[in-house]
């Protein structure tokens, strides 16, 4: 079992750069791949980001690709979500989620995970 909590959300404008952390309880926790997804009002949940394990692959969603950068740092049990160029399409709420399978490719859908904390507010301002 594994709790997960994010933080590092707010406001921001158009343009600017916000970084997300999710902090892991389990002590082993980079033996978990995880992942970023987000939920606008009135949208399914979309994946945004994720890293395995071992931090060897990383996979991001379309939409993100190219302004957003996920790494890891297991000796802090952090996973960290680097977001520039926000848009305000950006805006949702971040949540971060974690499996234990020992994936060597990036899950991209909800059901592969096991784990969610309880998200993280992001609001981009045009």
């Known amino acids: 079992q594994v709790q997960l909590v994010e933080s590092g959300g707010g406001l921001v404008q158009a343009g600017g750069s916000l970084r997300l952390s999710c902090a892991a309880s389990?002590?082993?926790?980079?033996?978990?791949?995880v992942g970023w997804f987000r939920q606008a009002p009135g949208k399914e949940r979309e994946f945004v980001a994720g890293?395995?394990?071992?931090?060897?692959?990383?996979g991001y969603g379309d939409s993100v690709k190219g302004r957003f950068a996920i790494s890891r740092d297991n000796v802090k049990n952090t996973v960290f979500l680097q977001m520039n160029s926000l848009t305000p399409e950006d805006t949702a709420v971040y949540y971060c989620?974690?499996?234990?399978?020992?994936?060597?490719?990036?899950?991209?859908?909800?059901?592969?995970?096991?784990?969610w904390g309880q998200g993280t507010q992001v609001t981009v301002s045009s």
């Open positions: 989620a974690a499996t234990l399978k020992l994936n060597t490719v990036v899950p991209g859908s909800v059901g592969e995970y096991d784990y």
């Open positions: 389990a002590p082993t926790f980079r033996l978990y791949t």
């Open positions: 890293i395995t394990w071992s931090g060897g692959n990383t």
